[in-house]
């Protein structure tokens, strides 16, 4: 079965797209797809696949390295699904600014080797501002791919009861938010990149995860105001725990840039470098507890 959706509007316009598709699972066959071309603003898109290899791409001829695009500004996009090796492929394009309406993309999957990419701009010609990005991961081997160019945007993604998933996210813009949560295995990763494009302000990651053996890379490269990384926490309870995790913070820019580390666990890799252009305002806040861990600090005016 495979599902498709064009359309066109304005901002009077509401379009609901609700396609639900179901099949039963024989010899491990790949069965839904959708594909996925909506241009028009004020579109409510949702859909739903319950099966196994559920695609959703940007091309009808069969095609999973293209996204599906979205056009238009304070559309809702909810996406749900269920079973193993699905795969997302989504671009989000706006110009949609602050006070403008709130753009939100909702993605729920639960499934081993699921697979997702989430463009907010689609082919990073354009700049969108306060979007909303929720995701939820549920299985073993998940990696999801978010990137986003733009001011306000917000970031939560939650990964739980496996192992081996991933998520990377590369933003450019002023004043985003990412909260991360990784719980339920071990060999996680989470990679993050604000300001690879240029220098940002007022970014903020905060990352919380249970198990062993996971990986944390976090690099901001900042302006004026700063940027901040909470990664488990200083406050006693709130601590990332584990053993043999590595945590990895790099933060470069003119000031103001804090770090925030709270680690519970033995044989945990922890390194921060923190350069500031300008001013020596930068701050680190440690807290490990436990056996065999390697802390290093490395704060300078390059």
Known sequence: MKPSIKGAGSLSRKLTAILLSTVMLMAGAADNSIYVDQTGSGATVTMTQDGYGNVIRGTAN??????????????????????????????????????????????????????????????????????????TQTGNTASLKVGVIGNENSISATTAGGASNSVTANINGNNNTQNISMTGGGNNSATVNQGAGGATNGNSVGITAVGASNTFAITQDGGTQGNSVTIGGYAAGSALTGSSNSVAVTQNGSNDNTATIGITGGSNTVSVYQGATTGVNNTANLKISGSTNSITVNQNKP
Not at 101 to 116: E, L, M, Q
Not at 122 to 134: F, I
């Open 62 to 135: 069969g095609d999973n390295t293209t996204n599906a695009v979205i056009y238009g500004d304070n559309n809702q996009v909810n996406i749900s699904q269920v079973g193993s090796n699905n795969t997302l492929k989504l671009g989000i394009q706006s110009t949609t600014g602050n006070g403008q309406g709130n753009p939100t993309v909702n993605y729920s999957v639960t499934g081993n080797n699921a697979n997702a990419v989430i463009d907010i701009n689609a082919n990073g010609q354009n700049t969108a501002e306060s979007n909303t990005v929720n995701v």
